[in-house]
Structure formats: structure tokens, C-alpha cells
């Protein structure tokens, strides 16, 4: 990676935490216009149209209610009330859609109690419904805590999803444990600003680590998802699935919503499983920041938009 670039990624992950322009920018008309290529809308109904829309084109969805690091309980519980209609919407609809979701928007920060008994009756309740609830994987100080409530939520009740990031040195053992306990596994290469004591430094480092884990993912593990908009990577992952008769129902590709859609058209019309990430919600900046972050060039492509107007 560039110093340049890589300075724009610690820019704007460095932004992402910042309360006040958070405000400014999630109250402002205008600001909101522009984050229309990466997030549904505002409401679950938004979210709901977009799912139908994919589905009509063959593409599964995760619909992610935005939110993360509440400071209260009563927040962490309106987000879960949010997520119980999402998962009783998507039955209803019979929409082949999980949830995505921040164990910090459930609460983690307010109380490990409470984090953990608001996943409890989503998890509950997706498994009742016939769908599945995936744990987004926040910075590294949650790690520890997100894994050991995803352990216990797969052996209550099955229905759940892991996120490992390729970028964190520890993900190797993480991938070898959850393998071995049958969780299924969202492979990315990792968000957030990590120290390099924690977390490979290097673009190239964290692109091979991927390569290295994606492939004991796809021999070993569960209906491993392959996260990632990257076009080497999703190319050496279809060469490593013929070349091992692996079919192509025991593995699935994410994409986010808005990101790379015509490489997101070639993978339906290869013929594999597709499952996009659709966000919605008006608790969007921190989410659109991280996007920015991992392409300064979105920047020029939200610039010439607002020259338009
Ligand atoms: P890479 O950054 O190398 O990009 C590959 C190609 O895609 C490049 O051409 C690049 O320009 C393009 N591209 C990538 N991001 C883009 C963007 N935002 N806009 C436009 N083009 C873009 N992370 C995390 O820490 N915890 C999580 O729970 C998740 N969950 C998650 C779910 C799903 C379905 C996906 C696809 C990704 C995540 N991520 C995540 C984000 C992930 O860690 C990573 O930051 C991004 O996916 C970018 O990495 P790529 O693998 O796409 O590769």
C-alpha cells in the first residue's frame, strides 16, 4: 500500500470515531443523498426492497440494521427490537436474507449481560424462523468477547455466523478452532485501524494471509463465506473449488451493497452463490467512513456526484 493511501485509510478510519462530525453529517439532507450507493435508506422497509430486488436477480442478502457502540440500554434494545421485525419481515417474505449485526449495537459497551441477552433471543429466534444471524466482527477489543458469544450461540442453537479478519495474526488459530466446532465462518480482510503488534501492517501480507486461510476454509470448514470485493482472490477461490470437486453449494461469496457491481453481476452469471450485505438505517456514518477508507477513490465518485447537483 501507498503511504498516500495508506495515510487516506488511517484518515478516515480516524474520522469514523469522531462524535461530532458523526452528528453534523447523519442530521444533514445532503450528506445523506450521497451515501445512497452504499446503504438501502433509512428504514427496514428500504432494506426489505433492496433484498427483493436481489432475490429477483438470484442474489441473496444480509440485511444490517447500522448501528454500533450504543451507550445505552434502552438504544441496545430498540436496536434489537429493530432486528426481531427485520428476521419476522424476512420469513414472512420468504426472502433468502440473514441478518448482519454489531454485538456493540446490542449493547456489548453498556453491559457483557446485556450484549449477550439480546443476541440470545435474535439467535433464538432466527433458528425458529429458519434463518441465521451473522456476528460482524468489530476492532480488536472485541474480538475475544464476540467469539466466545458466537461459541455459545452456535452450540444453543446453530443459526450463526462468525466473522474472522485475515489482517489479525491471530485469525489462523481462530479459524482452526471454529472449524473444528463446525461455525460457520465470514472470511474479510479486516476495517479498522489495528497496531502492527496485532495486525499485518501490509496490503500484500494480508491479501496472502487470505489466500492461505480461504483455502482451509473451503477444505475444512462449514459453508464458509468468502468476503471480499477482490477480484484475484474470488478467481483463485473459484480455481481452488474445481480443482478439489468442492460444489458449489458448500460455499458461498459476500459482497457489500454498492461495491464493484458489475464483478458482482459476473459471479451470479458464473453460476455461484452470491449473498450481498445491505445496510440500512440513519445510524449510517461510521459504516459509510469505513467505506471510504478502503477506497479513497469513492471520494472523487461522491465529489463529481455533488457537482451534478
Ligand atoms: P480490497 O480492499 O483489496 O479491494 C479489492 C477491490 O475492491 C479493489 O479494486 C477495491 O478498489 C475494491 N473495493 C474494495 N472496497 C471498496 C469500496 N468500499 N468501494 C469501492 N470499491 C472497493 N470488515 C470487518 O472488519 N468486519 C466485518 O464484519 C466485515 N464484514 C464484511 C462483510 C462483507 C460481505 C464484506 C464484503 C466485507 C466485510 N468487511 C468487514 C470489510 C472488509 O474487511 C474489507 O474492509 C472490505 O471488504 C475491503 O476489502 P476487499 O476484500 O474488498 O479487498
Given at each position: 500500500m501507498s503511504a498516500f493511501v495508506s495515510g487516506m485509510r488511517g484518515a478516515f478510519l480516524y474520522l469514523s470515531r469522531q462524535p461530532n462530525v458523526r452528528r453534523f453529517l447523519e442530521t444533514s439532507r445532503e450528506a445523506r443523498a450521497l451515501t445512497s450507493r452504499f446503504i438501502a435508506g433509512l428504514t427496514l422497509e428500504d432494506g426489505l426492497r433492496v433484498a427483493r430486488e436481489l432475490d429477483a436477480r438470484g442474489v441473496m442478502t444480509s440485511l444490517d440494521h447500522l448501528g454500533e457502540n450504543v451507550t445505552t440500554e434502552a438504544e441496545a434494545i430498540d436496536a434489537k427490537q429493530q432486528y426481531l421485525t427485520a428476521l419476522h419481515r424476512i420469513a414472512d417474505a420468504r426472502l433468502p436474507a440473514t441478518i448482519s449485526m454489531k454485538l456493540t449495537s446490542l449493547g456489548l459497551d453498556v453491559s457483557e449481560e446485556l450484549g449477550h441477552a439480546n443476541t440470545d433471543e435474535l439467535v433464538r429466534t432466527a433458528r425458529d424462523l429458519g434463518t441465521a444471524v451473522e456476528c460482524d466482527m468489530e476492532d480488536s477489543s472485541y474480538t475475544d468477547r464476540t467469539l466466545a458469544i458466537v461459541r455459545e450461540m452456535h452450540d444453543k442453537y446453530v443459526s450463526v455466523r462468525a466473522v474472522l479478519q485475515?489482517?489479525?495474526?491471530r485469525t489462523e488459530a481462530d479459524v482452526a478452532d471454529l472449524n473444528a466446532r463446525g461455525v460457520p465462518i465470514r472470511l474479510c480482510k479486516g476495517a479498522y485501524l489495528e497496531p502492527p503488534t496485532i495486525a499485518w501492517p501490509q496490503k500484500q501480507d494480508v491479501d496472502r494471509n487470505y489466500l492461505k486461510l480461504m483455502k482451509v476454509l473451503l477444505d475444512?470448514?462449514?459453508?464458509?463465506a468468502i468476503a471480499t470485493h477482490d477480484e484475484n482472490i474470488m478467481n483463485q477461490c473459484i480455481e481452488h473449488v474445481r480443482s478439489r470437486n468442492?460444489?458449489?453449494?458448500?460455499f458461498e461469496f459476500q459482497m457489500l451493497y454498492g461495491v464493484r457491481r458489475k464483478l458482482q453481476r459476473q459471479i451470479v452469471a458464473r453460476g455461484f452463490r452470491l449473498r450481498l450485505y445491505v445496510p440500512y438505517g440513519s445510524a449510517w456514518y461510521p459504516y459509510f467512513m469505513r467505506r471510504l477508507a478502503e477506497r479513497p477513490a469513492n471520494v472523487l465518485f461522491l465529489a463529481k456526484s455533488l457537482a451534478q447537483d
Open positions: 485475515a489482517y489479525l495474526y475444512q470448514g462449514t459453508y464458509p468442492i460444489p458449489r453449494e458448500r
